[in-house]
């Protein structure tokens, strides 16, 4: 890709996917859930603010909540499909030609996600790419080009829902993020929420 052409932080809209179910969480909304007196979601915004100014939120219930936090809020257009809904719904709506996905549940995000993505794509015509934590790819740490929305709608129109198996069709290009994996460290369980309490 040549310098003319090159992406910028601005070209890109940060999504940050707090429309599951939290079926492990017994149920409650992840984004909302809190870790050392903060929902989750407030912990990804405040790694997300000094790599973005394009910032869009995709749920699905406790809406005026998420509302408190001043960012648009995107919800499925698909029901029952997982984050590849929200995904699909924030490619239809967002207004940039890339797509930053975050999970709400992932409190210590790479504060140079952004920006490592950036220097990967800049080498390549490639239109995907995810996060790799030296052990094993991160589906929903990736940046889509608004291109493959085609291809992601009829992926989840065959009720289709793995997200990592849609990247691989595509060809997603991993970047490297082996020197931080604990930046990805999800939290899922209520016995890893506890966990990482305890260290702070």
Not at 35 to 64: M, T, Y
Not at 88 to 114: F, G, M, N, R
Not at 118 to 146: E, K, Y
Not at 177 to 195: E, K, R, W, Y
Request: aromatic content about 4%; charged content about 15%; some cysteine.
């Amino acid at each position: 890709m040549s310098a003319i052409n090159a992406i910028k932080p601005d070209d890109i809209t940060a999504v940050i996917l707090a429309g599951g179910e939290g079926r492990r969480m017994g149920g409650l909304d992840k984004g909302l859930i809190e870790l050392d007196g903060k929902p989750l979601i407030e912990h990804v915004i405040a790694q997300l603010i000094p790599q973005s100014s394009n910032i869009i939120i995709s749920a699905n219930r406790n809406l005026e909540h998420y509302q408190t936090y001043g960012y648009p809020i995107i919800l499925d257009q698909i029901k029952n499909q997982g984050p590849l809904a929200g995904i699909l719904s924030a490619l239809l709506q967002c207004k940039s030609d890339w797509l930053l996905t975050v999970p709400c549940d992932s409190p210590h995000l790479p504060l140079d996600l952004i920006q490592r993505i950036i220097n990967t794509a800049n080498q390549t015509s490639a239109r995907l790419f995810t996060a790799h934590d030296g052990h094993r790819s991160q589906p929903l740490f990736s940046m889509i080009h608004r291109d493959l929305t085609d291809s992601l709608q009829a992926y989840l129109a065959a009720n289709n829902q793995k997200a990592g198996l849609w990247l691989a069709r595509q060809g997603t290009v991993n970047v490297n993020f082996s020197d931080q994996p604990n930046a990805f460290i999800n939290i899922n369980t209520v016995d890893t929420l506890t966990t990482l309490q305890k260290k702070t």
